[in-house]
């Protein structure tokens, strides 16, 4: 593969990952760590042109908790022929009929955030775990975990026992963890989300991350999709002031990052399914 990219060569495209935040419609929760900009339905069709992106799953970040109507307005208007959803929830406390509710809207999972809870105590998060997988799994929804390479270390042997799909957020932790991810990727429900680059890696040119690639596509390349994570909150160390101190988005050039992982690839027709029909498949499609 020459790894030129062209919006083209990837119609149908489904960036696995971004955020909407409309803070003028739908507030930020009060026990909030940041408070980002904005960024809205009209910023994100932007994007999409840039990329050649048809498709989106919308996650819930952090700063909107469990209300999750900001993402299931963005549902709605995107339409479910090109939108899914990943929500958080309080598992004890959802009931049934709101989780259905969910669920005719486009949401295909729900999200553990541990960049921003912490880790705890493991025992407490396989009782969790499993709890929300008793909720969950009835509709075919997955598991989204969001660790930093050390959180997730601890949890790898939850993970292995899952009894539903879990997908493991911005390259399941990088280099730092690839042998670990290689022996779990061979359990046929875990799926690795090719995305943030800058959040695993700090190599120039992220350039670590190739040869994880390649080994996760040895492996199981029918559960890798991409994600672009726009667009782009996060602290490296960049938070600070109080709490209503606008943070701004990391400035960061996701047609560089997908020319690059097209180029890890290597291989046109592998690099189209990451970015389409493998999506399709675990998000219902």
């Known amino acids: ?6 919006s083209e060569n990837i119609f149908g495209a489904c960036d696995s990952h971004v955020h909407l935040f409309m803070p003028d419609i739908f507030s930020y929760s009060s026990d909030r760590r940041y408070t980002p900009a904005s960024a809205t339905l009209i910023d994100l069709a932007a994007h999409n042109e840039m990329l050649g992106v048809t498709h989106n799953v919308l996650i819930q970040p952090s700063c909107y908790g469990t209300d999750n109507r900001a993402l299931c307005h963005g549902l709605t208007v995107l339409g479910s022929d090109r939108a899914r959803g990943v929500v958080v929830i309080d598992v004890d406390h959802v009931t049934d009929e709101e989780l259905r509710a969910l669920h005719l809207k486009g949401v295909r999972g729900i999200r553990l955030n541990l960049s921003v809870s912490g880790a705890g105590d493991i ?3 396989r009782a969790e775990m499993d709890s929300a997988a008793k909720r969950i799994g009835p509709l075919g ?33 990088g280099a730092a963890l690839a042998d670990q991810i290689a022996e779990l990727l061979q359990c046929p429900n875990i799926w690795v989300k090719l995305s943030a680059p800058s959040r695993v890696s700090s190599a120039v040119d992220h350039a670590d991350l190739a040869s994880v690639v390649k080994r996760f596509i040895s492996i199981a390349p029918e559960r890798l999709i991409w994600a672009s994570d726009w667009p782009h909150t996060g602290g490296h160390g960049r938070r600070s002031g109080t709490i209503e101190e606008i943070e701004p988005f990391a400035a960061v050039d996701d047609r560089q990052d997908l ?3 097209a180029c890890w690839i290597d291989n046109d027709d592998l690099f189209r399914r990451i970015l389409t029909t493998n ?4 998000y219902d499609f």
């Open 1 to 6: 593969m020459s790894g030129a990219f062209l």
């Open 123 to 125: 025992a407490r998060l």
């Open 141 to 173: 929804w997955h598991m989204q975990i969001f660790a930093s390479s050390t959180q997730l270390a601890l949890l790898l042997p939850v993970i292995r026992d899952s009894k539903i799909t879990v997908v493991l957020d911005h390259f399941a932790g």
């Open 259 to 261: 020319h690059r992982l």
């Open 279 to 282: 999506a399709y498949a675990l």
